[in-house]
């Protein structure tokens, strides 16, 4: 089969896509004080937990015989109506939030250019514009947003490759060689959302009819492409801008539109002309190929819990309930982007840390069933991950009371 008809091969892209978007530019802003060496042992760490969290995730989701089973549906049959109702509130705000951000964020890398082309207009038409032209792909489902994901994956990865080429020059090694772990701790929820692709592992299981090799292999390959993205793309910034100052991080973070605001920055740094071009392309791309990701997740977990049918009728009801509330936030909140992914963390480790080990502790040692897949370990794995879920969630409450420098 060829490349482009592998439907394994977009599982990968859509895998690292999702998790290539907010994180990749909200990283160097909420890690930058860490420094390099740092920031890298914490993105690796949050990569091998990411793993874990995503593996016990496909075991859970096999345990169920339908393809299109998602949290809801597993969570109401394995923990009740209580686990239901967690499932409920985390996943939508999760997404809602999450989408959002995207959402706000595109829409202000879009804003400048209709207001260069027609010399009118402000960062909420940017917004719609976003909306109209990448928003609707959820109304043909994943297909589509697999064609066009690939599309974008070419861009996302030509223009990280040509901004690594032109920007390495500038980096300054001393600058990035310093920093202090303590105000990594803050950032722990931002990285571990970095790495989180969850929320499309019930919809490639449908994609993929349930070829579980594929899963697995979609499910490591994708996320290693992250990890590598990340930890040179903190390089590159750290080692070209300052934390503090006129354009600096802290200022970037601050600001009420921190993506459009970092290629803005970098511009004045480097005085390279395309420079603003090139990392506002790559912003872009890797807002939209995470938001694809999203809005086709939330949409699948939709019409799990309402038990929606995607005909004509039901996929425009399905596209109404995922866009709309998520459209309306970035509206009238465009300053949400850093505060949605900090508290976006807390509800990934809630529905990937701890309700997949639930019900996989249930599924096993009570139920006593077996699914294709089971994640080696045993009950320490299962521990594991209730640990690391309950780690984030406490740092990010501390954060939150301000606990913890930053």
Known sequence: ??????????????????????????????????????????????????????????????YEQSYEANIISMSKKRLGTIGQFIAWFSFLFLLYSVAAAYISAGGSLLAPIIQGAIHHGNDNWGTLLFIIIFGTTVFFGAWLIDYINRILMIGLIASYLTLLFFVIPHVDFTQISAGNPKYLLAAVPVVVLSFTSHIIVPSLRAYLKNDIVQLKRALIIGSIVPLIFYIIWEMLILGVMPLKGEFGLAQIASGPHPVASLAEALHSHLGLTWIAVGVGSFSFFALVTSFLGVILALMDFLADGFQIKKT????????????????????????????????????????????????????????????????????????????????????????SFEWLPK
Do not use: D
């Open 312 to 399: 004509l009728v039901g996929r425009a009801l399905l596209f109404m309930i995922t866009i709309i509330p998520p459209l309306i936030f970035a509206l009238f909140y465009p300053s949400g982007f850093v505060l949605a992914l900090s508290y976006a963390g807390v509800f990934v480790a809630i529905l990937y840390g701890i309700l997949p080990v639930m019900m996989i502790w249930k599924a096993r040692y009570q139920e006593k069933i077996k699914a294709p897949f089971q994640m080696p370990g045993g009950k320490v794995t299962l521990i594991i991950s209730l640990v690391g879920a309950v780690i984030v969630i406490l740092f990010q409450i501390a954060a």
């Open 1 to 62: 089969m060829k490349l482009y008809q592998n439907k394994t091969f977009g599982s990968i892209l859509l895998i690292a896509g999702t998790q290539i978007g907010a994180g990749m530019l909200a990283l160097p802003i909420t890690t930058a004080k860490g420094g390099i060496f740092n920031s890298t042992l914490l993105f690796i760490l949050a990569f091998s937990y990411m793993l874990l969290t995503l593996f016990l995730l496909l075991e859970a989701n096999l």
